[in-house]
C-alpha cells in the first residue's frame, strides 16, 4: 500500500529564514507526489507535484520540493519564510494503481512569526 | 488556474433533515470529481469518486445511502447528506480532475457541516 507521513505536527520558523516541511513516503514503485497547502476554512491548493524528472521540483509561491529516492522523502522547501505562508501543507502520494486515489499525510502546521 | 467552487460554505441544520452540498469546476470539464471529509486536525479521507454520468465508487466504511453523490454534468457534483446525525458534522471537501488522465486535482474551498 502507498502511504506517506509528515513526521511533523508543527514547525515554526522566524520570517525571513528558510523553511522546510518534511514528509517520507512509502511506494512500491515510482511515487506520484503533491504538495497542497490549506488555509483556514478554505480547500486544499496545489503546490506542486513530482512526476518524473528532475528531482527538484519549483512550484507556486516560490516553494519548491526535492526528490530524494534514497531516503524516500519529498521534503517541501523555500528559501526565505514570509508570514503569509502560515498555513496547513500536506503532502499526498497517487495510488499507483487507482489513479484516482490519493493518500494524504496528516499535515503539518507552518507558523512564519514576523 | 483550475477553479472549484462549492456551495454553500457553511451549514447549519437539526439533526435528522437532509443537507445537499454542490461542487462546480468554474473554468473546466471535469470528468471525475471526488469527495473528502476531513475532522479537525486531521487529513483527508477520500468518501467517493463521481463520474460524470455513472454511479459514484464509495470508499470502505462510506455509506452510499448515507452520503448520496449525483454527478449530473461535467460541471456540477453534488452530496447528499440524508438524515443527518450530529456525527455527520464535518468539513466537507470536493477535488475535481480535468480528463481523464489529468494527474492533479483541483479541490473546492469546502463547506462547514454542523448538525444540531
Known amino acids: 500500500a502507498q502511504s506517506v507521513a509528515q513526521p511533523e505536527d508543527q514547525v515554526n520558523v522566524a520570517e525571513g529564514n528558510p523553511l522546510t516541511v518534511k514528509c517520507t513516503y512509502s511506494?512500491?514503485?515510482?511515487?506520484?507526489l503533491f504538495w497542497y497547502v490549506q488555509y483556514p476554512n478554505r480547500g486544499l491548493q496545489f503546490l506542486l507535484k513530482?512526476?518524473?524528472?528532475?528531482?527538484l521540483v519549483k512550484g507556486s509561491y516560490g516553494f519548491e520540493a526535492e526528490f530524494n529516492k534514497s531516503q524516500t522523502s519529498f521534503h517541501l522547501k523555500k528559501p526565505s519564510a514570509l508570514v503569509s505562508d502560515s498555513a496547513l501543507y500536506f503532502c499526498a502520494v497517487r495510488d499507483l494503481y487507482n489513479f484516482n486515489k490519493f493518500y494524504f499525510g496528516s499535515g503539518t502546521k507552518l507558523n512564519v512569526k514576523p | 488556474g483550475a477553479v472549484v467552487s462549492q456551495h454553500p460554505s457553511r451549514v447549519i441544520c437539526k439533526s435528522g433533515t437532509s443537507v445537499k452540498i454542490e461542487c462546480r469546476s468554474l473554468?473546466?470539464?471535469?470528468?471525475?470529481m471526488f469527495w473528502y471529509r476531513q475532522f479537525p486536525k486531521k487529513s483527508l479521507m477520500l468518501m467517493a469518486t463521481s463520474n460524470e454520468g455513472s454511479k459514484a465508487t464509495y470508499e470502505q466504511g462510506v455509506e452510499k445511502d448515507k452520503f448520496l453523490i449525483n454527478h449530473a454534468s461535467l460541471t456540477l457534483s453534488t452530496l447528499t447528506v440524508t438524515s443527518a446525525h450530529p456525527e455527520d458534522s464535518s468539513f466537507y471537501i470536493c477535488s475535481a480532475r480535468e480528463g481523464v488522465s489529468a494527474e492533479t486535482q483541483y479541490f473546492g474551498p469546502g463547506t462547514r457541516l454542523l448538525v444540531l
Open positions: 511506494v512500491s514503485g515510482n511515487p506520484y
Open positions: 473554468d473546466f470539464q471535469a470528468t471525475t
Open positions: 513530482y512526476i518524473t524528472g528532475d528531482n
